[in-house]
Nanobody, 115 residues
Framework: QVQLVESGGGLVQPGGSLRLSCTASGTIFNRNSMAWYRQVPGKERELVARITNGGTTNTADSVKGRFTISGIDVKNTIFLQMNSLKPEDTAVYYC?????????WGKGTLVTVSS
């Protein structure tokens, strides 16, 4: 059984930084990509950043230049470095992984940007 566990969320002031991490555990025999999504109440879940098995990344325009996704090669772990955080970045951030030809989601970690 594959599980994704996120950590690193919390409360931060505008302009501050946070680093999220996500580790996939269990029996993994195929890995395609991993990603971060976020969701606020009443809105659809949106892609924040994605990294493929080959290390190719893509980032949403709304966070480009502020957020950086990295990792995947070591222990099936990815990171999301979030800098210059804004109140509109407040959301539950979910880790996603395409593993073993299936889709897996973490339970989410809350990021609150507020003074």
């Amino acid at each position: 059984q594959v599980q994704l566990v996120e950590s690193g969320g919390g409360l931060v002031q505008p302009g501050g930084s946070l680093r999220l991490s996500c580790t996939a555990s269990g029996t993994i025999f195929n890995r395609n990509s991993m990603a971060w999504y976020r969701q606020v109440p009443g809105k659809e879940r949106e892609l924040v950043a994605r990294i493929t098995n080959g290390g190719t990344t893509n980032t949403a325009d709304s966070v480009k230049g502020r957020f950086t996704i990295s990792g995947i090669d070591v222990k099936n772990t990815i990171f999301l470095q979030m800098n210059s955080l804004k109140p509109e970045d407040t959301a539950v951030y979910y880790c996603y992984a395409r593993l073993n030809f299936g889709d897996y989601w973490g339970k989410g970690t809350l990021v609150t940007v507020s003074s």
